[in-house]
């Protein structure tokens, strides 16, 4: 496994995670969840499970879900969306700064997280921790380029209201032939594998599945979501687009009212376990298991047996939601699972990155 995710690449989260949220039910016994920057672990904190596990090959990613959950337990909304960065701390002009190093104070954290995040108080204590991911900070540079270098002023466009707004403005605003041009550079195969994935980019053509080159593929989807979703309610391409998440309808599930409450009354045991995700879901049995999009670097014999090398103790109707980006399993082993395929299908339409495929199971 890579090397590429032994350090801190996620601290706002590229998944939307109202798609694990809808399929994991409520207070199961154990819930398995790849960590990441944690904003898809928290809406599922929230379904209140007996015990989750919290797996990822990255002591810094489990460095920074442990002060997420903390700051959701202990923190109210207004702090909670302050402490993180989603609000009066993006502009980075050193407002509020001091207030965040004193909520970080207020925070219950273990002994290696608090000094892990103390020696990096000067990194985030002016801006919080929303943007401070290697892959947060990839795609702000591109942004840059695409504001400031080509003049694509894309605000109007993510003020829109409506759909049919949006597409007027989108026309007016929008230049697709600039757009494809910069993406065919900034997403191609060799910037992603050189500079974002550190040569191991699951979209490099060795390995992709998808049949569009990365750049083809992301041009296009994107430009799908302008013209088909409203771009207002989409914290992804705000970032990507605007630097910052700049409409209240845009913030992510985790700063939602009743999903932090929920997560306040959760009495769940949670492990933060740094491990491969296989040496942990082939030996400890699961009702839920939200992979993100690790298939696409896994092997391909581990990939393709993936379920039917769970656990036999695997309860019927546990559920595995599996998302894929460029790279997706051709077949999967599935003997004694059945694809939840409206699921996926709603998956697909709704996720606000575009980017992803989702294969969703159900033990039979
Ligand atoms: C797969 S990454 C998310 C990638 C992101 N959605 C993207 O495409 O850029 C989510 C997390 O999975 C972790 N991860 C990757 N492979 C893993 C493995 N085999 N076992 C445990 N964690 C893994 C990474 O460290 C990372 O924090």
């Given at each position: 496994?890579?090397?590429?995710?032994?350090?801190?690449?996620y601290?706002?989260?590229?998944?939307?995670?109202?798609?694990?949220?809808r399929?994991?039910?409520e207070?199961?016994?154990?819930?398995?969840?790849?960590?990441?920057?944690?904003?898809r672990?928290?809406?599922?904190?929230?379904?209140?499970?007996?015990?989750?596990?919290?797996?990822?090959?990255?002591?810094?990613?489990?460095?920074?879900?442990?002060?997420?959950i903390?700051?959701?337990?202990?923190?109210?909304?207004?702090?909670?969306?302050?402490f993180?960065?989603?609000?009066?701390?993006?502009?980075?002009?050193?407002v509020?700064?001091?207030?965040r190093?004193?909520?970080?104070?207020?925070?219950?954290?273990?002994?290696?997280t608090?000094?892990?995040?103390?020696?990096?108080?000067?990194a985030w204590?002016?801006?919080?921790f929303?943007?401070?991911?290697?892959?947060?900070?990839?795609?702000?540079?591109l942004g840059?380029?695409?504001?400031?270098v080509?003049?694509?002023?894309?605000?109007k466009?993510?003020?829109?209201?409506?759909?049919?707004e949006?597409?007027?403005?989108?026309?007016?605003?929008?230049?697709?032939?600039?757009?494809?041009a910069?993406?065919?550079?900034?997403?191609?195969?060799?910037?992603?594998n050189?500079?974002l994935?550190?040569?191991?980019?699951?979209?490099?053509?060795?390995?992709?599945?998808?049949?569009?080159?990365?750049?083809?593929?992301?041009?296009?989807?994107?430009?799908?979501?302008?013209?088909q979703?409203?771009?207002?309610?989409?914290?992804?391409?705000?970032?990507?687009?605007?630097?910052?998440?700049?409409?209240?309808?845009?913030?992510?599930?985790?700063?939602?009212v009743?999903?932090?409450?929920?997560?306040?009354?959760?009495k769940?045991q949670i492990?933060y376990?740094?491990?491969n995700?296989?040496?942990?879901?082939?030996?400890?049995?699961?009702?839920?298991?939200?992979?993100?999009d690790?298939?696409?670097?896994?092997?391909?014999?581990?990939?393709?047996?993936?379920?039917?090398?769970?656990p036999?103790?695997?309860?019927?109707?546990?559920r595995?939601?599996?998302?894929?980006?460029l790279?997706?399993?051709?077949?999967?082993?599935?003997?004694?699972w059945?694809?939840?395929?409206?699921?996926?299908?709603?998956?697909?339409?709704?996720?606000?990155?575009?980017?992803?495929?989702?294969?969703?199971?159900?033990?039979?």
């Amino acid at each position: 496994m890579s090397q590429y995710f032994e350090n801190l690449n996620y601290t706002l989260s590229n998944e939307d995670t109202r798609i694990e949220y809808r399929i994991c039910r409520e207070g199961l016994s154990r819930v398995f969840c790849i960590g990441g920057s944690g904003a898809r672990v928290l809406p599922i904190l929230a379904k209140r499970p007996e015990t989750l596990d919290i797996v990822d090959l990255s002591q810094e990613q489990l460095a920074l879900i442990e002060l997420r959950i903390s700051a959701a337990r202990q923190l109210n909304r207004d702090e909670f969306l302050f402490f993180l960065g989603y609000r009066g701390g993006i502009a980075g002009d050193g407002v509020g700064e001091d207030h965040r190093s004193t909520l970080f104070d207020q925070l219950e954290l273990s002994a290696a997280t608090r000094a892990f995040w103390s020696d990096r108080e000067a990194a985030w204590r002016p801006r919080g921790f929303i943007l401070l991911g290697r892959w947060e900070g990839h795609f702000q540079k591109l942004g840059r380029v695409f504001r400031d270098v080509l003049r694509i002023d894309s605000r109007k466009i993510f003020a829109a209201h409506s759909l049919d707004e949006q597409r007027v403005l989108f026309k007016e605003h929008f230049k697709p032939l600039v757009f494809k041009a910069f993406i065919k550079i900034a997403a191609s195969e060799f910037v992603f594998n050189r500079f974002l994935y550190k040569g191991h980019f699951s979209g490099r053509s060795e390995t992709r599945t998808e049949s569009r080159s990365p750049s083809t593929f992301i041009e296009e989807e994107f430009t799908r979501l302008f013209q088909q979703t409203l771009v207002r309610k989409n914290y992804f391409l705000q970032v990507l687009f605007l630097g910052e998440i700049a409409h209240e309808e845009a913030l992510p599930l985790e700063c939602r009212v009743d999903v932090l409450d929920q997560v306040k009354k959760a009495k769940t045991q949670i492990h933060y376990r740094k491990e491969n995700l296989l040496d942990v879901i082939n030996k400890d049995h699961f009702e839920f298991l939200s992979l993100s999009d690790t298939i696409s670097y896994l092997p391909n014999e581990a990939a393709h047996r993936l379920l039917t090398d769970l656990p036999s103790a695997t309860p019927p109707g546990a559920r595995a939601v599996i998302r894929s980006f460029l790279r997706r399993p051709p077949t999967y082993e599935t003997r004694g699972w059945k694809r939840l395929e409206s699921e996926e299908a709603w998956a697909k339409a709704l996720d606000t990155t575009g980017v992803y495929e989702f294969d969703v199971f159900e033990k039979l």
